[in-house]
């Protein structure tokens, strides 16, 4: 079985999206996003992160992760979204399921988690996640919906890499394994 990377974004002050739900925004850098492609076999997808692609059949011409996607959703759209030869859709009522075929999918690739506050809690509970790719955007937003729960353990994880750009610092924090 392959790593589970997590990938998020948070503002300053620690809120994925604003109090209407609006997110913090997206500023990937161009090779974090080649390096998780070429990482990834798989990728498990809150429904919001799913829903902020906008037209559902975007995905399949678009979408730098040509991969099976499994969206954590209790509502399949219909009709389906479109597909390729590479990227199929599944669609999973909980986290644990979908974790589970992720995995299953990707073999000893990883499985990428890209989601909200609550995908990201599931994936960083589960004691599985061996990386967070992160983006601290630079805004405020003063309330809203936080990242990260303030029991998550963090202090098997350390800072392995660190980008700035103008609009986010960019780390890539990696967890420390027993020796």
């Known amino acids: 079985m392959g790593?589970?990377?997590?990938?998020a974004a948070t503002s300053?002050?620690?809120?994925w999206s604003d109090a209407d739900g609006v997110t913090v925004g997206d500023?990937?850098?161009?090779?974090?996003?080649?390096?998780?492609?070429?990482?990834?076999?798989a990728v498990v997808m809150s429904?919001?992160?799913?829903?902020?692609?906008g037209d559902p059949d975007w995905y399949a011409d678009n979408y730098?992760?040509?991969?099976?996607?499994f969206v954590v959703t209790d509502h399949a759209p219909v009709p389906a979204p479109r597909e390729n030869a590479r990227l199929h859709f599944h669609f999973r009522a909980d986290f644990a399921s979908?974790?589970?075929?992720?995995?299953?999918?990707?073999?000893?690739?990883?499985?990428?988690?890209i989601g909200g506050a609550r995908t990201v809690s599931a994936a960083l509970s589960t004691g599985k996640a061996d990386e967070i790719w992160l983006r601290v955007m630079s805004r405020a937003?003063?309330?809203?919906?936080p990242l990260f729960d303030p029991d998550m353990p963090f202090e098997d994880y350390f800072v392995s890499e660190m980008e700035n750009t103008p609009s986010a610092?960019?780390?890539?924090?990696e967890r420390r394994h027993p020796v």
């Open 27 to 41: 500023a990937r850098r161009a090779a974090m996003v080649a390096r998780l492609a070429d990482a990834c076999g």
């Open 98 to 113: 979908a974790l589970a075929a992720a995995q299953k999918a990707a073999g000893e690739k990883a499985v990428l988690v």
């Open 3 to 7: 790593r589970m990377i997590v990938e």
């Open 169 to 173: 610092v960019h780390m890539r924090l």
């Open 141 to 145: 937003l003063g309330k809203g919906a």
């Open 47 to 53: 429904a919001h992160a799913f829903a902020a692609g």
């Open 64 to 69: 730098m992760l040509q991969v099976p996607i």
């Open 12 to 15: 300053i002050d620690g809120y």
